[in-house]
């Protein structure tokens, strides 16, 4: 079939739509061929959702890091993985935090987007990019698939000033800070694999005068889970997190400020606190 007349609605509509949406769902939509919609948005220099252009990722951004680098290197290394038998790196999470996600990694390099609507669920878009290079620096640092193996390795790659966005990454990833008002409780934690070795992580908390502890979960999944408690710590380490930066899920960052709030101007005897606070 030849290429159709690239009309001023369809001009439109994948300016609009193209990043979010498929070539098969672009072309299901615009009444014309896979092949016309990809030939069009090459044409209009846009790249749809499974990816006109091919992706990209240099490891230098990883050898010498920004603080969106190291932050999206704590992101790989919570929620991403890296396939077994390719060099492709991939990141799964809900659209919702991806859409705040999308327009840093894409600062670092080009990654392909593809999000996946199902019925009655969240929609889940996977973040992906192959590099070879990026692939076995990042195995060379114990993440294969994922990563039990301490964080210390992962750590000492990183300059010390730099180390809080990589934490910031890990906390977006698998991290949450809780509160319960009605039973006086907060605390901040960290979920991994049961056998995660935490010593690297335990060692940086320590760095900044913060007490932790390990702890193994049965139910509903078998983790392990890295907690703070104590609300001193928790102060210390909200404070070290969002201080001079605009990184971090606007979600969790609020949580985070909800919970300063309350320890500095609510209840301040709080349930879990440790006697030395």
């Given amino acids: 079939m030849g290429k159709l007349k690239l009309t001023n609605e369809i001009q439109v509509f994948l300016k609009k739509y193209s990043s979010t949406l498929t070539a098969k769902e672009c072309s299901e939509q615009c009444g014309c061929s896979e092949a016309n919609i990809r030939y069009y948005c090459k044409k209009l ?8 252009k091919k992706s990209y990722l240099d490891l230098s951004c990883f050898l010498n890091p920004t603080p969106e680098s190291a932050y999206i290197l704590g992101w790989i290394w919570s929620d991403g993985y890296i396939q077994e038998h390719r060099n492709t790196i991939t990141i799964e999470i809900v659209n919702s935090d991806a859409e705040e996600l999308i327009p840093i990694i894409q600062s670092i390099g080009v990654w392909s987007i593809r999000t996946r609507y199902r ?72 979920s991994g694999s049961k056998n995660q070795d935490w010593t690297g992580l335990l060692k940086y908390f320590n760095s900044l005068n913060i007490s932790s502890s390990i702890h193994i979960q049965e139910n509903p999944v078998c983790c392990s889970v890295l907690r703070i408690t104590n609300r001193k710590g928790i ?23 909800k919970i300063k709030d309350y320890i500095i101007y609510g209840n301040k005897s709080i349930k879990g606190s440790r006697k030395s606070d």
């Fill in 235 to 257: 102060l210390t380490l909200i404070n070290e997190l969002y201080t001079d930066t605009q990184l971090g899920l606007s979600r969790k960052k609020g949580k985070a400020k």
């Fill in 45 to 52: 220099g846009l790249q749809l959702k499974n990816g006109v």
């Fill in 119 to 190: 019925e009655n669920r969240q929609p889940q878009t996977t973040i992906q990019c192959t590099s070879k290079d990026v692939a076995n620096y990042l195995r060379s640092l114990g993440k294969f698939p994922k990563s039990t193996e301490s964080h210390a390795n992962i750590l000492a790659t990183i300059p010390a000033k730099l180390r809080k966005y990589f934490i910031l990454g890990l906390l977006d990833g698998d991290g949450c800070f809780y509160l319960n008002e009605s039973r006086n409780l907060v605390q901040f934690s960290i």
